[in-house]
């Protein structure tokens, strides 16, 4: 009776573990509120001072225009070997206008979020053209013997003394 008590606990506690494995993982990023907190910000009444006052940091600024700040948390459900699915986005969207004082406050969802194409080219890049031995010995014997002993053409250029002194 003993050997098959512990058969069925070890079953069990398989089991419990393999489903366990399976319970989804929820993970918050960025600023969350309090629950039921959701702070106001007022065109025209707030100032960049008082939007980290309530706000905090921003998580990023324009960047072409430090003028906007972005608020940006997340949700995301991370469920064992999947990628990961985002659940919920927030992005606060706050410009300011040129004396400081808050000019919109824009809010963003999860919905109004776009899928970029990202372009897969390449910039190619000097030296990949040519071999490991052509790019050592692609200058021996470019340079002609009158410039290492001449008054011209001096390395380093024309800002360094002469060897006759001029």
Known sequence: MGLRRTAILAAVLAGATVVSACNPTLRSHGFRYPDGEVPTITPGEDTRASVIATLGNPSTRGMFDDDTWYYISATREY????????????VIAVRFDENGSVAA??????????????????TPTRGRELSLIEQLLG??????????????????????PRPDGG
């Not at 406050?105 to 390449?122: H, I, K, S, T």
């Not at 014997?141 to 002993?149: T, V």
């Open 139 to 160: 200058n021996v014997g470019r340079l002609p013997s009158e410039q290492f002993g001449g008054e011209q053409n001096l390395p380093g250029g024309a800002g360094g």
């Open 105 to 122: 406050v824009d809010e963003y969802g999860l919905e109004d979020g776009r899928v970029v194409a990202l372009v897969e080219r390449e």
């Open 79 to 90: 469920l064992a070997y999947l990628r990961p699915d985002t659940r919920d986005r927030r």
